[in-house]
T-cell receptor, first 117, second 114 residues
Framework: AQSVAQPEDQVNVAEGNPLTVKCTYS??????LFWYVQYPNRGLQFLLK??????LVKGSYGFEAEFNKSQTSFHLKKPSALVSDSALYFC???????????????FGTGTRLKVLA | NAGVTQTPKFQVLKTGQSMTLQCAQD?????MSWYRQDPGMGLRLIHY???????DQGEVPNGYNVSRSTTEDFPLRLLSAAPSQTSVYFC?????????????FGAGSRLTVL
């Protein structure tokens, strides 16, 4: 079965330091991987995705993610954290079982990022 | 361009009451879906649709009904609310024809069942 794991409920980092939010996945076939961010009382916003190609993917707000096939990971990174990056981050994978043209997205449980001033 | 609009934003129900959460989109997206968000559980798919007249179950469909009579609207119905349905509900849409693979989310509807 397809699945996504975010092993950390919360990550604390000082402003200006690099940040990493971890994600591992289990899929059959080539994965479509995504990161979304949720600010308080808002819906999820797309940050970046990996479909194919370069293993380092760059996205919105200075975030990037590295796809590692051997470790089945897709960690979210940023070189220098901002207080405004504090939010809830979700990793997701597209379920590649295509039946009659339908498909689903599977989300991790989320990691709360707290950037301390 | 409103994107994905969910109503109401907040609702309190008593056990056994029924209600409908509305989702409307103006992006002509074929794919529409409903998720619920619970602490420690992340987002779980309830129902989804790939076009008018076509719906299918997700991970947690019990207690919820959906229909898709138009491209724009995808209402989620709770026929007899239970406290276990207290959650934040999100509607998410996607274009199937563009190949972008990116979901667009509404702002959410917070439901409390007493």
């Amino acid at each position: 079965a397809q699945s996504v794991a975010q092993p950390e409920d919360q990550v604390n980092v000082a402003e200006g330091n690099p940040l990493t939010v971890k994600c591992t996945y289990s899929v059959s076939g080539n994965p479509y991987l995504f990161w979304y961010v949720q600010y308080p009382n808002r819906g999820l916003q797309f940050l970046l995705k990996y479909i194919t190609g370069d293993n380092l993917v760059k996205g919105s707000y200075g975030f990037e993610a590295e796809f590692n096939k051997s470790q089945t990971s897709f960690h979210l990174k940023k070189p220098s954290a901002l207080v405004s990056d504090s939010a809830l981050y979700f990793c997701a994978v597209r379920d590649m079982k295509v039946t009659s043209g339908t498909y689903k997205y599977i989300f991790g449980t989320g990691t709360r990022l707290k950037v301390l001033a | 361009n409103a994107g994905v609009t969910q109503t109401p934003k907040f609702q309190v129900l008593k056990t056994g009451q029924s209600m409908t959460l509305q989702c409307a989109q103006d992006m002509n997206h074929e794919y529409m879906s409903w998720y619920r968000q619970d602490p420690g559980m992340g987002l779980r798919l309830i129902h989804y649709s790939v076009g008018a007249g076509i719906t299918d179950q997700g991970e947690v469909p019990n207690g919820y009904n959906v229909s898709r009579s138009t491209t724009e609207d995808f209402p989620l119905r709770l026929l007899s609310a239970a406290p276990s349905q207290t959650s934040v509900y999100f509607c998410a849409t996607k274009s199937l024809s563009s190949g972008a693979n990116v979901l667009t989310f509404g702002a959410g509807s917070r439901l409390t069942v007493l």
